[in-house]
């Protein structure tokens, strides 16, 4: 069974419990790793700043701590690397169940490949496939 590194732990232990338990439950079926957690403002500025982020700080949920948002990927196969930030594909499919098992757990998110959760993602005109952020409704 996968499990997080330390560093995949920390970044995710500066994020809303909810998003925890969403993700706990995901590393257990699906090998990923989180690449960011709660953002301070350098890091969000610099984000904004290289078009990784269409907000600067203290806009993005990122910047909430506990974080509201969370960047996780699922780790490629040998010989791609850790992440093959080009498969678009696995991107989605792994975003798939990332919702199916929000949903399940009644967790309302939103991914960064539908930002306006019509699950259509061609209509979408900024892509950050690796972002969830908590929905409060």
């Known amino acids: 069974m996968p499990r997080f590194s330390a560093l995949s732990n920390e970044r995710l232990g500066e994020c809303d419990f909810r998003l925890q338990r969403l993700f706990r439950e995901v590393i257990r079926h699906f090998d990923c790793v989180v690449l960011c957690g709660h953002r301070n403002r350098a890091e969000q500025e610099r984000a904004f700043s290289e078009g990784t982020s269409k907000v600067g700080w203290p806009k993005s949920k990122h910047n909430k701590y506990p974080s509201h948002a969370v960047d996780v990927a699922p780790y490629d196969m040998p010989p791609v690397g850790p992440v093959n930030w ?52």
């Open 86 to 137: 080009q498969d678009r594909e696995r991107m989605t499919f792994f975003a798939g169940f990332v919702l199916a098992t929000a949903k399940q757990l009644g967790i309302n998110i939103r991914w960064g490949g539908d930002w306006d959760r019509d699950t259509q993602v061609r209509d979408n005109r900024f892509d950050d496939l690796v972002h969830y952020e908590l929905v409060e409704e």
